[in-house]
């Protein structure tokens, strides 16, 4: 079992409709590939945890590096795990408020900054990775503080 997480910008922005039609098809292509893990979306800034077999693992990375939606990829870690942080696949995103509430295969980026939250996953180095990814993002809710 292997663990990859990156960030990158968008090369264009995401309205709630496209993040939803990307939602579906990481679920679906990461499932054929026995992967989980959570991808996030704000400001135009794409983080992603990506947890599984190491061969496939490099097969989405290749992909991801060509892909044009992504620019200014950065690999944060890369490795051995013992076990996922994430049992199921998850898609955060933070929006303007007049948007859509979260559906049940997505999760508002605050959630994920509530103390008591499950999606930060369990691993230390993920949460580090997270908060580190969330600290350069401008528009949180006070509760990123917690």
Same mark, same amino acid.
């Given at each position: 079992?292997?663990? @990859?997480?990156?960030?990158? /910008? %968008?090369?264009?922005?995401? $309205?709630?409709?496209?993040? +939803? ?10 499932? =054929? *590939? ?8 704000? +400001?135009?800034?794409?983080?992603? @945890?990506? +947890?599984?077999?190491? =061969? %496939? !693992? !490099?097969? @989405?990375? &290749? =992909?991801?590096?060509? #892909?044009?939606?992504?620019? #200014?990829? /950065? !690999?944060? +870690? ?16 933070? *929006?303007?408020? #007049? ?5 049940? $295969? $997505? *999760? =508002? ?8 939250? &499950? ?14 990814? !969330? %600290? $350069? ?10």
């Amino acid at each position: 079992m292997h663990r @990859v997480i990156y960030s990158s /910008r %968008a090369t264009r922005y995401f $309205t709630a409709q496209g993040i +939803e039609a990307l939602n579906y098809v990481c679920r679906r292509n990461n499932a =054929a *590939l026995g992967l989980t893990g959570l991808l996030l979306y704000h +400001e135009g800034r794409f983080f992603q @945890v990506l +947890e599984g077999d190491d =061969a %496939a !693992l !490099l097969q @989405v990375m &290749q =992909a991801i590096t060509k #892909d044009e939606r992504h620019m #200014d990829l /950065r !690999l944060a +870690e890369h490795g051995p795990i013992e076990a996922r942080s994430f049992q199921g696949w998850r898609m955060g995103y933070a *929006l303007p408020e #007049d948007q859509p509430k979260p559906t049940p $295969t $997505t *999760l =508002a980026l605050q959630d994920l900054l509530r103390p008591d939250s &499950q999606e930060r996953g369990r691993d230390p180095e993920v949460r580090n990775h997270l908060r580190a990814f !969330l %600290a $350069t993002l401008r528009q949180l809710p006070s509760a990123a503080a917690g």
